[in-house]
């Protein structure tokens, strides 16, 4: 694999002053020696011109943030970072390549989740080149490399979780998502490594059922949240009667034998576990009428 390596030329405006005098004098002298008939001298001061002008082809800008790979006839020379103008030979060839922070979303990609659903799903990747040289020569597009595999990356994901768990101890594309994340980055990144590029963050932007199925899935998951609720409504309605049947036993206010009490267990859950206002019955007789 080609490595980056940094290179420092020469600064470009102290070149482009000499370049510029030169020239200036190139045409004076050109000038001159054209009206003293001195055919040597012009030959000499037009080659010093054209190479002048040759000359000032090395000059190069390189942006904050931005890297020069440079080439001489195929062969790797370096990159330039160091921001400013530059001069280099002019033989080289010089590829830009930003190294700032970018970001893209994938497509909605349709894949099946680890239980066999069809789901849709999609993410955003945040990265950046950190090595030219890989960048440029280790594949062929690394703009195109970087979101190919990252699909990729993603549909692999997408198969190793389910969409949602039904526990809390099963790691799901919906309930772990700083997991999944971190999954995917990982992903991603390993991915990325040949091609120079960095990946900085990367999460799900997009995550549902495939329509056609998830009309079904969202009933699952209203009757799942019902069964949920219902738990939660018995496990406190069944606090609450044992805490009324130890104060009632406990403050002496009124002897209960077992069967009163399943009566009483029985009443207090119909109010507290139904759906609907219960109606009141006055009892004008006794416990046991």
């Known amino acids: 694999m080609i490595r980056e390596r940094e290179i420092k030329p020469f600064p470009g405006v102290p070149v482009l002053l000499v370049l510029i005098a030169a ?84 497509g909605k990609l349709k894949v099946n989740d680890n239980e066999g659903n069809p789901i849709e799903i999609a993410a955003v990747v945040v990265w950046k080149v950190v090595d030219t040289a890989e960048a440029v020569f280790e594949v062929d597009d690394y703009n195109n490399y970087v979101k190919v595999q990252t699909e990729s990356a993603l549909r692999n994901l997408a198969t190793s979780y389910p969409y949602d768990a039904h526990d809390d101890h099963t790691m799901s594309l919906r309930g772990t998502t700083m ?49 949920a609720a219902r738990q939660r409504i018995v496990e406190g309605a069944v606090g609450m009667v044992e805490m009324a049947l130890e104060m009632l036993n406990k403050r002496d206010i009124v002897a209960l034998d077992n069967e009163r009490k399943a009566a009483m267990v029985s009443n207090l859950l119909v109010v507290l576990c139904g759906d609907k206002s219960t109606q009141p019955i006055i009892n004008t007789g006794t416990i046991y009428q």
Do not use: C
């Open 179 to 227: 997991a999944v994340a971190d999954h995917l980055k990982r992903e991603i990144q390993d991915r990325m490594n040949r091609a120079g590029a960095e990946v900085m963050e990367a999460r799900i932007s997009h995550l549902a059922y495939a329509p056609e199925i998830a009309h079904a899935m969202l009933q699952r998951q209203q009757a799942g949240a019902i069964i």
């Open 23 to 106: 020239t200036g004098l190139a045409i004076w002298g050109l000038v001159d020696a054209a009206q003293d008939d001195a055919p040597v001298l012009v030959l000499t001061y037009l080659v010093l011109a054209v190479l002048s002008v040759f000359l000032m082809a090395g000059l190069f800008v390189v942006n904050p943030n931005e890297g020069k790979v440079l080439q001489f006839f195929g062969d790797y020379v370096g990159t330039v970072k160091q921001p400013g103008l530059r001069w280099a030979n002019p033989f080289y060839t010089k590829k830009k390549v930003s190294m700032r922070v970018r970001n893209f979303e994938s």
